[in-house]
């Protein structure tokens, strides 16, 4: 069974930064995918950023050029990088994962990802 469990959500101002952390993922397999997702109050999860075993990342558009994804595979933890945030970041944060082969063509999907964590409250204020 797989946990994962994100922590470093909190408050930031316009223009701020904030490190996501997602532990419990173990590297158990060659072939795997990490992300992160989020959901704002009445809104759909959207997908955020998509990283898989060979080193290929993508982002959703709103999102380039201000926020990583990363991971240290000698501490099992996944991290989102929050650059230059904006009030419209504000959302609970989810991390995801999956064992096997994962979908470049639809990667930010969230059908596409077997475990999830409980999420992590970040609020972006003007």
């Known amino acids: 069974q797989v946990q994962l469990v994100e922590s470093g959500g909190g408050s930031a101002h316009t223009g701020g930064s904030l490190m996501l952390s997602c532990t419990g993922f173990?590297?158990?397999?060659?072939?795997?995918?990490v992300a992160w997702f989020r959901q704002a109050p009445g809104k759909q999860r959207e997908g955020v950023a998509a990283?898989?075993?060979?080193?290929?990342?993508t982002y959703t558009d709103s999102v380039k050029g201000r926020f990583a994804i990363s991971e240290d595979r000698t501490k099992n933890i996944v991290y989102l990088q929050m650059n230059a945030t904006k009030p419209e970041d504000t959302a609970s944060y989810y991390c995801?994962?999956?064992?096997?082969?994962?979908?470049?063509?639809?990667?930010?999907?969230?059908?596409?990802?077997?475990?999830w964590g409980q999420g992590t409250q970040v609020t972006v204020s003007s």
């Open positions: 995801a994962a999956h064992y096997g082969l994962c979908s470049r063509s639809w990667p930010l999907m969230q059908e596409n990802y077997s475990y």
């Open positions: 990283a898989d075993s060979d080193g290929w990342i």
């Open positions: 173990e590297y158990r397999y060659s072939a795997y995918c």
